[in-house]
DNA sequence: GGTTTGACCCTAA
DNA sequence: ATTAGGGCCAAAC
């Protein structure tokens, strides 16, 4: 549904994500058919800012928390959600995501 | 309208 | 393996 704002779009699909899972930046913005707008999806997970939402399962392709650390989100938060999910996160906030990564095929809007 | 800014990704050296 | 540069597209200014 493209009625929606690119950022409705954005939590409506990381809202699929479940438990124990991670998907990338590129992942998200490729489902809904813009493979370039990957800055975008942490954009709109910014403005989120603080929800329900499980932002913290969204990390960039390398597998690595990208976060800068000036927002209410840290790094090490997100390091304590995705543990908590089960999620096992190196002390360089590396995640293995050959492992965790999530398929997202077939949740296109 | 244009210009700037990113919680990114890809390619080349 | 690591660094540097360009590109990408939505939102804010």
């Given at each position: ?8 779009r ?36 910014r403005?989120?800012?603080?929800t ?28 304590q ?29």
């Amino acid at each position: 549904m493209p009625d929606l704002n690119f950022k409705e779009r954005v939590v409506e699909l990381v809202r699929f994500i479940p438990r124990g899972k991670v998907v990338s930046y590129g992942q998200i913005a490729a489902c809904m058919g813009q493979p370039r707008a990957a800055r975008q999806v942490g954009w709109a997970l910014r403005a989120t800012g603080g929800t329900d939402l499980p932002w913290w399962r969204v990390i960039n392709n390398a597998g690595k928390i990208s976060i800068k650390g000036n927002w209410e989100n840290t790094p090490q938060i997100q390091r304590q959600l995705l543990e908590a999910d089960g999620v096992k996160v190196s002390d360089n906030l590396e995640v293995e995501m050959a492992k965790y990564r999530y398929a997202l095929k077939g949740l296109a809007d």
